[in-house]
Every structure is written in structure tokens, then in C-alpha cells.
């Protein structure tokens, strides 16, 4: 029996095409060193269905205790350490083979809440982890000119906005 596995378009995996840039660990360690969380995970835009083709990447944003759960049969791996903050990554390459998640020893970052609409003086929060990673993360990724570049909102590209009109 001949087995093989191959990646889209016969590429190779594609952190390790990142990796190769060193511009790509140096916004990492950007990151990790300008914010205040526990740990950090790198997310392929891959996992999010209506993320923009164009923009394809990585996002880096704070690890979240109940992240896993929200985007549904994901795995996750430690990556490296950046000023003694651990940053774990979610494979692109879907693995079937489930690490223990108890035996990573993982410090969680704490719950975190966003305010997603002002109506009417009444204020409207969201808990989702999914949504809060999405608002506190950044966006690595080559733009069409081939240049590795860094995105501070990436929410903006897969949220909607929220409109709150006043009738009276």
C-alpha cells in the first residue's frame, strides 16, 4: 500500500513558510513582549470560515481557557516561549491524534469580557472567548506585493458591525 499526504497546492506547511521569515518571530515577540496575558496562541485564518482569502495567515492573540471548545475539534501544540510566556499553535495540518491537553500544564489567560453595543444607554457585553481572542489578537500575513505584514484589527475583517438605530 502506497500512502501519501500533501498540503494545498504541494506547498509545504505553511507556519514553516513563516517561520522561514524572521520578520514573522519578530512580531511575535512584538506582541508578547507590548501585552499582558498568560499565554498566547497562534490560530491559522484557515479554522474561521469567513475570514478574507486575501489576507490569509496567522492570527496571535491571548489563550483562552474554553477557546478550544468554541472552534470545535482543534488541537493545540506548544510553539516557543517569549519573555517566559508560553505560545502554543493550532496545526495546519489536521492531525486526528489528540494530545492531552492536562499534560501541556497550560496558564490559562483570565475571562475576559467586550462591549459589543451601546443601546439606548444599555450596554451589551460578550463573553465568547472566540470573540475576544478576535479583538485582542493580530494578524500576520504576506499582502499581495509578497511583504509580511501585521494587521492590529482583525476583527474587523470576520465580525459584523453592530448598528444600534434609535427610533423615536
Known amino acids: 500500500m502506497l500512502i501519501f499526504a500533501c498540503n494545498k497546492k504541494g506547498e509545504k506547511d505553511e507556519l514553516n513558510v513563516y517561520l522561514e521569515n524572521k520578520h514573522f518571530m519578530q512580531a511575535i515577540n512584538m ?22 482569502e486575501k489576507k490569509h495567515g496567522f492570527l496571535l492573540g491571548p489563550l483562552y481557557k474554553d477557546f478550544l471548545a468554541e472552534l470545535k475539534d482543534s488541537i493545540i501544540i506548544e510553539f516557543c516561549e517569549v519573555s517566559h510566556k508560553k505560545i502554543y499553535v493550532i496545526p495546519t495540518i489536521k492531525n486526528k491524534k489528540r494530545n492531552q491537553k492536562e499534560a501541556l500544564n497550560i496558564n490559562y489567560c483570565n475571562s475576559d469580557s467586550f462591549l459589543i453595543a451601546d443601546y439606548n444607554g444599555k450596554e451589551i457585553y460578550t463573553y465568547s472567548n472566540l470573540i475576544n481572542f478576535l479583538k485582542r489578537a493580530i494578524l500576520i500575513y504576506y499582502n499581495e506585493k509578497h511583504f509580511l505584514t501585521i494587521e492590529s484589527h482583525p476583527d474587523t475583517i470576520v465580525l459584523p458591525k453592530v448598528k444600534c438605530e434609535y427610533i423615536d
Open 31 to 52: 506582541y508578547v513582549t507590548t501585552t499582558r496575558y498568560d499565554s498566547y496562541v497562534i490560530l491559522p485564518t484557515n479554522h474561521l470560515f469567513n475570514f478574507d
